[in-house]
C-alpha cells in the first residue's frame, strides 16, 4: 500500500508510458513553478498502446510504486493509455491521490461544445477503451462522441516531423472524418498531439475548438493539490523560489534527452535511468 505524505515539500510526481507526458510537466511548472516534481518516463517500455489492459495495468503499478519510492504528495499519470485501461483499478489501491487525463479533458469539452458534437483523438488503446466517450456521456448523455485513433501522430512528433508536408498529408486524412461530421471541439486525447496542435488547427479551422487534455489535467491538479491543503509552503512567497525539477527513466537518458528538450523548448540534461522491473 502507498502511504500517503502530509508533507508540503513533498514532490509532485508525474509518469507516462514515455515522452508525451512532458508536455502535462510543461503545464504544471507554468502553474506550480515554485513545486519539487518528479517525473518518470517508462521509454525502456513505450508504447503502451498496443498492449493488453493486463500489462498496461501492471506497468502503470510499476511506476506508480516507483513514484511512492520517491515519497510523492500527489500523483498525475500523463498517459491516456493508463488513464483509459489501468487508472480506476490501481486508485483502489493506492493512499496517494491520483489524476489522470481522462477526466479534465471530458469535463472541459463538455463544458465547450456548442453544437454538442465532441471528437476525440488518441492511440489506439485510448479510443478503443471508450474513456472519454463513457465519461462524456455520463455528464451529458445527449451529446455525440466521434472518436478516432490517430497512430501515426506520435512517431512523427517524437521525430520532429512537425510541420513537415507529410504530417499535414497524414492529418489531413485522418481528420477529414472528423470534419464530415460538424464537430465544434476536439479533444487532443494523447499527450504527444498538443505539439501538433497548429497543424491539427489550421486543417480543423476556426470554429473547432482544440483541447489539451494536459493543459486540463494541469489545471485540475492545481485545484486539488490547493484544496487538499498540499501546496508547497513556498506558494505564499513573491517571488517563489523554483522547485526542483527531476527526470527518471527506465532506459537510454540520452535519447529521451533529445526527445524531451524538444518538448520543453530547452535542454533537459539531468536525467537518471531506474531499473523499473524491481517495482
Avoid: W
Avoid at 3 to 23: E, H
Avoid at 102 to 128: D, Q, R
Avoid at 156 to 163: F, N, T
Amino acid at each position: 500500500m502507498n502511504t500517503p505524505t502530509n508533507n508540503r515539500t513533498a514532490p509532485i510526481g508525474i509518469f507516462d508510458s514515455g515522452v508525451g507526458g512532458l508536455t502535462v510537466l510543461k503545464e504544471i511548472l507554468e502553474l506550480l513553478p515554485f513545486e519539487n516534481i518528479v517525473y518518470f518516463g517508462d521509454v525502456g517500455r513505450t508504447p503502451y498502446g498496443g498492449r493488453s489492459k493486463e500489462i498496461i495495468t501492471q506497468f502503470t503499478k510499476q511506476d506508480i510504486s516507483f513514484l511512492a519510492e520517491q515519497k510523492v504528495k500527489f500523483i498525475i499519470c500523463a498517459c491516456n493509455t493508463a488513464s483509459s485501461t489501468a487508472l480506476e483499478e490501481v486508485q483502489k489501491g493506492s493512499e496517494i491521490e491520483i489524476i489522470g487525463v481522462i477526466e479534465p479533458g471530458a469535463k472541459a469539452a463538455v463544458e465547450k461544445t456548442k453544437n454538442g458534437k465532441i471528437g476525440i483523438i488518441g492511440t489506439v488503446a485510448t479510443i478503443n477503451s471508450n474513456a472519454y466517450a463513457s465519461y462524456i456521456h455520463s455528464l451529458e448523455p445527449q451529446l455525440k462522441v466521434f472518436s478516432l485513433a490517430c497512430p501515426l501522430f506520435v512517431p512523427l512528433v517524437e521525430e520532429g516531423y512537425i510541420d513537415k508536408e507529410a504530417t499535414y498529408l497524414i492529418a489531413r486524412d485522418y481528420l477529414q472524418t472528423m470534419k464530415d461530421v460538424s464537430i465544434d471541439t476536439l479533444v487532443l486525447g494523447c499527450t504527444h498531439y498538443p505539439l501538433l496542435k497548429e497543424v491539427i488547427g489550421d486543417i480543423m479551422g476556426d470554429a473547432v475548438t482544440l483541447l489539451d487534455s494536459g493543459e486540463e489535467t494541469a489545471k485540475e491538479s492545481f485545484r486539488r493539490i490547493t484544496t487538499s491543503g498540499l501546496l508547497h509552503p513556498y506558494s505564499s512567497q513573491v517571488p517563489a523560489p523554483e522547485g526542483e525539477l527531476k527526470y527518471f527513466v527506465s532506459d537510454v537518458p540520452e535519447k529521451f534527452s533529445s526527445v524531451a528538450s524538444r518538448f520543453m523548448g530547452k535542454e533537459v540534461t539531468n536525467i537518471t535511468r531506474v531499473d523499473i522491473s524491481k517495482y
